[in-house]
């Protein structure tokens, strides 16, 4: 069964065919400036079920870090970038050296999760202001 997510005023809508298991805070300027908690999932596990005229785009670094938000109400929805996560693991070579930018990856704003409680979920901590 689909998870829904919405922004504040609903004009913006998408589904989650996952179950998030975790959240990740980044501590990166664009994280925290936005307030979002984050949890990721495949692109065939996400669905707009709202025109996408009903959603705006911000990318603020590169044009493939795509970031979309309400434009009526203003609420970060969710992302879809390169999938950064082996990054995040620590070894920056490794990492680099297979790096695939065509390899994406959804990020979902939990908190924009309807009936889905976000509070049980143990948060993972990325430091993205000093690793990226």
């Given at each position: 069964?689909?998870?829904s997510g919405s922004c504040h005023c609903g004009a913006t809508r998408f589904e989650i065919d996952v179950i998030p298991q975790t959240a990740t805070r980044c501590n990166c300027t664009f994280c925290t400036k936005k307030?979002?908690?984050?949890?990721?999932?495949?692109?065939?596990q996400f669905r707009l079920t709202t025109p996408m005229r009903n959603v705006a785009q911000y990318s603020p670094t590169t044009p493939e870090?795509?970031?979309?938000?309400?434009p009526t109400c203003g609420c970060a929805a969710f992302s879809n970038t390169p999938d950064y996560s082996a990054f995040a693991e620590?070894?920056?070579e490794e990492a680099e050296a297979n790096f695939d930018p065509t390899k994406r990856r959804i990020s979902i704003n939990l908190w924009v999760l309807d009936d889905f409680d976000i509070t049980a979920l143990?948060?993972?901590h990325v430091d993205g202001r000093n690793q990226w």
């Open positions: 069964m689909p998870i307030g979002a908690l984050w949890a990721y999932c495949e692109p065939d870090n795509r970031h979309y938000f309400c620590g070894n920056w143990p948060i993972e």
